[in-house]
């Protein structure tokens, strides 16, 4: 992928950045190479900082032709995902334009470009790559239980559920780390965090057999490079759907140290609302007891996200007390800092 | 798939029948369609009978051609799979012969038959069809968490380990509900299953987003026509490379009952010997507790493989201490009888 520090890339996000473009503010955010425009037709001559805060600044603008009067550009990201995962016939031309300009096209849809006929031929033509992250690489194969053989301390964020900010705490730990001086990488399971890391394979994707395997991988590949890495947790090891998924997560990466994620007041499992979650203390034994055979690993810090709670005196009374039920430390690390649970890990 | 009761199939296990071919004595001991013959040009003009008991006794012959003398066949079986899962070029000849002849081929190889341009041609040209049973079918899901609603009180075998009998318990309940006069139904999860059975999808080849989603499609499917359903468990909730399938499966059925499957004297890993068996306490505290939060399902029997003690005494003595730490009956459904612990099911 052509997505290392020297990269510069346009990111497509048209009529939803930001709050409905979560790929693109995330590799805003987080990613170490260069943002030269977001393309959003609603909001051309605005800025992404006059959006949102704690990001790249870029200006945003109308279609592709505008990205590329801006400088070289090494890829078009597209930014946004549909539901469904399918592509708009209202973003061809733009990716049209960045392969006639030789720019790759990197995406995350379920509706793979490479299998797009016209695409195909003009990065063909214009000697440009169609990266689909959502397709796992197809060598994969099944775990050999040695991901604890690496040098670095591991450390997994897990979650209550999906969407409970796995991918930010562990994006948030990896920038703390760093700032600490500690050497730390960053271990992607999902598209955005393989956007953001420029490489990695989507775990859910991966054949149910390599699901471990696919992570033992990625940890033999980077663990000997750092002194801690931190690897995206996926899903819910109770989700009735995507529980296969963290298992295998939890016994591929072999983890030192887990870090449970959780939203204050979430109650039932997100789509599958006749589903309750069971309380922390529960999660904690579920994810200790059932990692431990493999490779023990104990909940050493949590993470919650208390957007739902009005003002910092409050949202740390419900720090707090989430904090009591894990019996170790816990931040937001939005809200306050990832630091503040940094030590935990070490 | 042609694996009705009104079928008539041959079996290819050239050079390794019986002990190297698992997949050929499962279809000839648990199947319900015909087996015409058995094809091993090492062992022609024996019988099945010969050579392993209690299955359906059928000729030995040298190849396709010779099956075929003994009358219309629907279909020809590879009943033995080589280390890796390839394609041996000594059975060419009677792949071939069988389809031009019309009968189907049906295999659960990794190497996919219908990828053989040759195959391909001649099942074409005669009206045959290429059954890859390793190959999920394309339009599984994720599962949307209502196994639990099917009429069937839905039991499910699980393991200590991958190769711990589940799939032999599994039948051998179905046989023995079947012989109490209950309408048992098998739900596969593996390739012999599916030959066995004629339907199903290899859960460990399904995309992992959708491994619970694969066997709650089945149980849906089958869920309604049975007074009880048994599925086919894989691997073990602590296996370092497939408890993803374990899991996946776990709560994808959502099942009523749980019936714990172990090999006397078993203590590591198979082929990852570094890790140690956890107790069997423990492994019926992992399953249920993580059942619970989905579907509350108890370990309510066990079944153990006690083929490495001499003795029929000494037998019952490990299946009374098997028994207690279960705290449920116990039994060795080949060496005594599965209906043992039937009424625990029910």
Redesign the interface.
Known sequence: MPLDPDSTVAILAHEKFPDRAKTAVGVLRYADYDVAAVLDRDRPGTRTADHVPDVQDAPVVADMDAALELGDLDALLIGIAPIGGGFDESWRADVRTALEHGCDVVAGLHYFLREDEEFADLAAMHGAELHDVREPHPDVG????VADEVDADVVLTVGTDCSTGKMTATLELVQAAREAGIDAGFVPTGQTGIMIAGWGNP???????F???AVEEMILEKGDEHEMLFVEGQGS????????????I???A?ADALVLCHVEGKEVIHG?E?????SVE?YV??YE??A???SEAAVVAGMLNTSSVEGDAAAREVLDAYAEKLDAPATDPIRFDAAEVLDALR
Chains 1, 2 share one sequence.
């Open positions: 099944v775990s050999e239980g775990i859910d994707r991966v054949v149910s057999d699901t471990a395997g090891i109770v989700h009735p759907a995507y529980s296969a998924v963290t298992c295998g939890l016994h591929g072999m599958y006749e589903f309750e979650l069971p529960t034994d579920l007891d059932l431990a055979p493999v």
